[in-house]
Protein backbone atom coordinates (compact mmCIF):
# COMPACT_ATOMS: atom_id res chain seq x y z
CA UNK A 1 0.00 0.00 0.00
CA UNK A 2 1.66 3.12 -0.84
CA UNK A 3 1.33 5.69 1.77
CA UNK A 4 1.38 9.51 1.69
CA UNK A 5 2.43 11.49 4.52
CA UNK A 6 2.04 15.47 5.81
CA UNK A 7 3.05 16.83 8.64
CA UNK A 8 2.08 18.51 10.45
CA UNK A 9 -1.43 18.17 10.75
CA UNK A 10 -2.11 21.15 11.31
CA UNK A 11 -0.01 24.88 11.71
CA UNK A 12 -1.01 27.84 13.65
CA UNK A 13 1.26 30.95 13.11
CA UNK A 14 1.25 34.47 12.95
CA UNK A 15 1.19 37.32 9.90
CA UNK A 16 4.85 37.62 8.27
CA UNK A 17 6.23 34.19 10.28
CA UNK A 18 7.64 32.15 7.11
CA UNK A 19 6.58 28.04 7.99
CA UNK A 20 7.32 24.76 6.04
CA UNK A 21 5.88 21.38 5.86
CA UNK A 22 6.96 18.33 4.81
CA UNK A 23 5.08 16.08 2.65
CA UNK A 24 6.71 11.82 2.33
CA UNK A 25 6.11 9.63 -0.11
CA UNK A 26 7.42 6.02 -1.25
CA UNK A 27 11.04 6.80 -2.95
CA UNK A 28 9.67 3.97 -5.54
CA UNK A 29 7.67 4.44 -8.64
CA UNK A 30 7.94 8.10 -8.84
CA UNK A 31 6.57 9.87 -11.53
CA UNK A 32 5.44 13.18 -10.16
CA UNK A 33 4.81 15.18 -6.80
CA UNK A 34 1.81 17.48 -6.87
CA UNK A 35 1.10 20.22 -4.48
CA UNK A 36 -2.30 21.72 -4.22
CA UNK A 37 -4.01 24.72 -1.71
CA UNK A 38 -7.08 23.97 -1.21
CA UNK A 39 -9.16 27.15 1.00
CA UNK A 40 -12.70 25.90 2.60
CA UNK A 41 -15.78 25.92 0.41
CA UNK A 42 -13.50 25.96 -2.49
CA UNK A 43 -11.91 23.77 -4.99
CA UNK A 44 -8.18 22.78 -4.64
CA UNK A 45 -6.06 24.87 -6.73
CA UNK A 46 -2.66 23.45 -8.46
CA UNK A 47 0.39 25.11 -7.23
CA UNK A 48 3.26 22.48 -8.45
CA UNK A 49 3.78 19.60 -9.88
CA UNK A 50 7.34 18.69 -9.75
CA UNK A 51 9.11 15.76 -11.45
CA UNK A 52 13.05 15.99 -10.99
CA UNK A 53 15.30 15.18 -8.10
CA UNK A 54 16.19 18.54 -6.95
CA UNK A 55 13.61 20.56 -8.44
CA UNK A 56 12.84 23.56 -6.73
CA UNK A 57 9.07 26.00 -7.53
CA UNK A 58 8.54 28.79 -7.04
CA UNK A 59 4.98 30.92 -6.94
CA UNK A 60 5.39 34.44 -5.11
CA UNK A 61 5.93 33.97 -1.41
CA UNK A 62 5.14 30.31 -1.93
CA UNK A 63 8.10 27.54 -2.77
CA UNK A 64 8.60 24.00 -2.99
CA UNK A 65 11.69 21.64 -3.46
CA UNK A 66 11.84 17.78 -4.14
CA UNK A 67 14.00 15.08 -2.81
CA UNK A 68 12.50 12.02 -4.90
CA UNK A 69 15.68 9.97 -3.47
CA UNK A 70 14.70 10.47 0.27
CA UNK A 71 11.11 10.77 -0.44
CA UNK A 72 10.17 13.92 0.70
CA UNK A 73 8.92 17.28 -0.46
CA UNK A 74 9.22 20.65 1.44
CA UNK A 75 6.62 23.35 1.05
CA UNK A 76 7.95 27.11 2.39
CA UNK A 77 5.51 30.33 2.22
CA UNK A 78 7.51 33.18 3.41
CA UNK A 79 6.22 36.13 5.42
CA UNK A 80 2.56 34.17 5.64
CA UNK A 81 -0.55 36.20 5.02
CA UNK A 82 -4.17 35.91 6.58
CA UNK A 83 -4.99 34.94 2.73
CA UNK A 84 -2.46 31.94 2.92
CA UNK A 85 -5.00 30.00 5.67
CA UNK A 86 -5.59 26.96 3.64
CA UNK A 87 -4.86 23.01 3.84
CA UNK A 88 -1.87 22.15 1.46
CA UNK A 89 -2.47 18.82 0.10
CA UNK A 90 0.70 16.74 -1.54
CA UNK A 91 -0.28 14.21 -4.05
CA UNK A 92 2.49 11.44 -5.52
CA UNK A 93 1.92 10.50 -8.72
CA UNK A 94 2.62 6.69 -9.37
CA UNK A 95 2.09 6.60 -13.34
CA UNK A 96 -0.91 6.04 -14.97
CA UNK A 97 -3.06 8.57 -13.25
CA UNK A 98 -2.86 7.14 -9.66
CA UNK A 99 -2.40 10.13 -7.64
CA UNK A 100 -2.51 9.04 -4.03
CA UNK A 101 -3.07 12.69 -1.94
CA UNK A 102 -1.73 12.83 1.93
CA UNK A 103 -4.15 14.58 4.35
CA UNK A 104 -2.97 17.81 4.09
CA UNK A 105 -1.68 20.31 6.29
CA UNK A 106 -4.13 22.68 7.87
CA UNK A 107 -2.56 26.41 7.89
CA UNK A 108 -3.99 29.14 9.59
CA UNK A 109 -2.69 32.28 9.81
CA UNK A 110 -3.39 35.26 12.52
CA UNK A 111 -3.25 38.95 11.61
CA UNK B 1 -12.86 29.39 -19.61
CA UNK B 2 -15.44 28.79 -16.55
CA UNK B 3 -12.86 26.00 -15.31
CA UNK B 4 -14.96 22.77 -14.24
CA UNK B 5 -18.28 23.01 -13.80
CA UNK B 6 -19.86 20.03 -11.40
CA UNK B 7 -23.77 19.82 -10.65
CA UNK B 8 -25.23 19.71 -8.28
CA UNK B 9 -23.35 21.95 -5.91
CA UNK B 10 -25.56 19.83 -3.27
CA UNK B 11 -27.39 16.97 -3.12
CA UNK B 12 -29.88 15.48 -0.31
CA UNK B 13 -31.17 12.23 -0.82
CA UNK B 14 -32.56 9.04 1.01
CA UNK B 15 -31.02 5.95 1.50
CA UNK B 16 -32.00 3.64 -1.47
CA UNK B 17 -32.86 6.73 -4.14
CA UNK B 18 -30.12 6.69 -6.99
CA UNK B 19 -28.16 10.22 -7.47
CA UNK B 20 -26.55 11.15 -10.40
CA UNK B 21 -23.37 13.88 -10.04
CA UNK B 22 -22.81 15.73 -12.82
CA UNK B 23 -19.32 17.24 -14.64
CA UNK B 24 -18.75 19.32 -17.55
CA UNK B 25 -14.85 19.52 -17.98
CA UNK B 26 -12.57 22.43 -19.87
CA UNK B 27 -12.84 22.17 -22.52
CA UNK B 28 -9.88 21.00 -24.70
CA UNK B 29 -8.75 19.03 -21.79
CA UNK B 30 -8.50 15.12 -22.76
CA UNK B 31 -8.59 13.94 -19.02
CA UNK B 32 -11.40 13.67 -16.52
CA UNK B 33 -10.79 12.36 -12.85
CA UNK B 34 -13.86 11.75 -10.03
CA UNK B 35 -12.64 11.71 -6.93
CA UNK B 36 -14.02 11.41 -3.31
CA UNK B 37 -13.59 13.50 -0.08
CA UNK B 38 -14.52 11.93 2.95
CA UNK B 39 -13.02 12.65 6.66
CA UNK B 40 -11.69 9.34 7.19
CA UNK B 41 -9.96 8.66 4.01
CA UNK B 42 -9.05 11.57 2.38
CA UNK B 43 -9.47 12.83 -1.48
CA UNK B 44 -9.77 9.59 -3.40
CA UNK B 45 -9.16 8.70 -7.02
CA UNK B 46 -12.60 6.78 -8.54
CA UNK B 47 -11.68 7.13 -11.53
CA UNK B 48 -10.68 8.44 -14.76
CA UNK B 49 -11.26 8.73 -18.31
CA UNK B 50 -9.30 9.61 -21.72
CA UNK B 51 -10.70 10.90 -24.87
CA UNK B 52 -14.12 9.59 -23.20
CA UNK B 53 -12.70 6.12 -22.40
CA UNK B 54 -12.71 4.80 -18.82
CA UNK B 55 -8.69 4.19 -17.96
CA UNK B 56 -8.96 2.91 -14.50
CA UNK B 57 -11.74 2.42 -12.47
CA UNK B 58 -10.09 0.26 -9.75
CA UNK B 59 -11.09 3.08 -7.26
CA UNK B 60 -14.70 3.07 -7.80
CA UNK B 61 -16.07 1.28 -4.30
CA UNK B 62 -18.70 -0.96 -5.43
CA UNK B 63 -20.97 -2.04 -8.17
CA UNK B 64 -23.32 0.79 -6.84
CA UNK B 65 -21.05 3.56 -8.69
CA UNK B 66 -21.31 4.04 -12.44
CA UNK B 67 -19.63 6.40 -14.15
CA UNK B 68 -19.72 7.59 -18.01
CA UNK B 69 -18.44 10.03 -20.48
CA UNK B 70 -20.56 9.80 -23.58
CA UNK B 71 -18.91 12.78 -24.73
CA UNK B 72 -15.54 15.13 -23.98
CA UNK B 73 -17.82 17.73 -22.26
CA UNK B 74 -19.95 15.84 -20.51
CA UNK B 75 -19.51 13.48 -17.30
CA UNK B 76 -21.96 11.60 -15.03
CA UNK B 77 -21.14 9.49 -11.81
CA UNK B 78 -23.94 7.24 -10.54
CA UNK B 79 -24.49 5.85 -7.11
CA UNK B 80 -27.75 3.27 -7.53
CA UNK B 81 -28.86 2.35 -4.68
CA UNK B 82 -27.06 5.47 -2.55
CA UNK B 83 -26.38 4.70 0.65
CA UNK B 84 -25.60 6.78 4.03
CA UNK B 85 -21.78 6.04 3.93
CA UNK B 86 -21.56 7.26 0.33
CA UNK B 87 -22.29 10.58 1.87
CA UNK B 88 -18.97 12.68 0.79
CA UNK B 89 -17.74 15.45 -1.26
CA UNK B 90 -17.42 14.50 -4.84
CA UNK B 91 -14.61 16.34 -7.12
CA UNK B 92 -14.66 16.27 -10.88
CA UNK B 93 -10.96 17.15 -12.11
CA UNK B 94 -9.69 17.33 -15.76
CA UNK B 95 -6.61 17.74 -17.25
CA UNK B 96 -4.67 18.38 -20.96
CA UNK B 97 -2.21 15.64 -20.67
CA UNK B 98 -0.32 17.27 -23.21
CA UNK B 99 2.52 16.61 -20.90
CA UNK B 100 2.27 13.44 -18.62
CA UNK B 101 2.45 15.52 -15.31
CA UNK B 102 0.33 18.37 -16.11
CA UNK B 103 -1.86 19.72 -13.20
CA UNK B 104 -5.27 19.35 -12.83
CA UNK B 105 -8.18 21.90 -12.04
CA UNK B 106 -10.81 20.51 -10.23
CA UNK B 107 -14.53 21.49 -10.36
CA UNK B 108 -16.00 23.10 -6.91
CA UNK B 109 -17.62 19.30 -5.61
CA UNK B 110 -20.67 18.31 -5.09
CA UNK B 111 -21.43 17.47 -1.55
CA UNK B 112 -23.97 14.47 -1.10
CA UNK B 113 -25.76 13.64 1.85
CA UNK B 114 -27.40 10.14 1.73
CA UNK B 115 -30.05 10.47 4.86
Known amino acids: ILNVEQSPQSLHVQEGDSTNFTCSFPSSNFYALHWYRWETAKSPEALFVMTLNGDEKKKGRISATLNTKEGYSYLYIKGSQPEDSATYLCAFDTGGFKTIFGAGTRLFVKA | ?115
Open chain 2, 1 to 115: DAGVIQSPRHEVTEMGQEVTLRCKPISGHDYLFWYRQTMMRGLELLIYFNNNVPIDDSGMPEDRFSAKMPNASFSTLKIQPSEPRDSAVYFCASSSGRERWTEAFFGQGTRLTVV
